[in-house]
């Protein structure tokens, strides 16, 4: 594959998906999938979008170089996991929280790149109320000293 053009339109076409399909899961306008075909560029947003909902590296993208799956994994939904679990509180985390979080990202991976934006934001606001209510109760037994 030469073009940035042939790649995209190669991994569409591999997920069986039209233009106006990729536009509407991207969040992209009408016809930005098409120019990028002809070898327009993708700009910032875009080209992140493309990025994760494909599962490719955005250098792959770009420049045909690169491993064609994501640097941390082949799968967006592991992706997604790996990052939250990196970048959000990791002495959260538990069994039960990571595998919620593998169900969620399972389904996210499903959603436009702005909705799953929306969604980490959210993620990360329950985790700080989770943060401030347990630092905030007393230890089992013991209670609080009144000043």
Not at 39 to 59: E, I, K, Q, R, Y
């Amino acid at each position: 594959m030469c073009s940035i053009g042939d790649r995209i339109r190669a991994l569409r076409q591999e997920r069986d998906i039209s233009m106006n399909e990729l536009e509407d899961q991207i969040g992209a306008s009408r016809g930005s999938v098409n120019k990028w075909e002809k070898g327009s560029v993708p700009g910032g947003n875009s080209l992140v979008a493309l990025s994760t909902f494909f599962g490719v590296s955005t250098d792959w993208i770009l420049k045909g170089q690169e491993d064609l799956t994501l640097a941390v994994g082949t799968d967006p939904a592991s992706f997604l996991v790996r990052e939250r679990e990196s970048t959000t509180h990791p002495a959260v985390y538990s069994a039960e929280s990571a595998a919620l979080a593998a169900s969620l990202a399972s389904k996210a991976s499903a959603l436009p790149p702005k909705k799953v934006e929306l969604l980490h934001g959210i993620a990360d606001e329950l985790l700080k109320l989770h943060l401030l209510e347990t630092q905030s109760k007393p230890a089992r037994g013991k209670k609080k000293e009144k000043a």
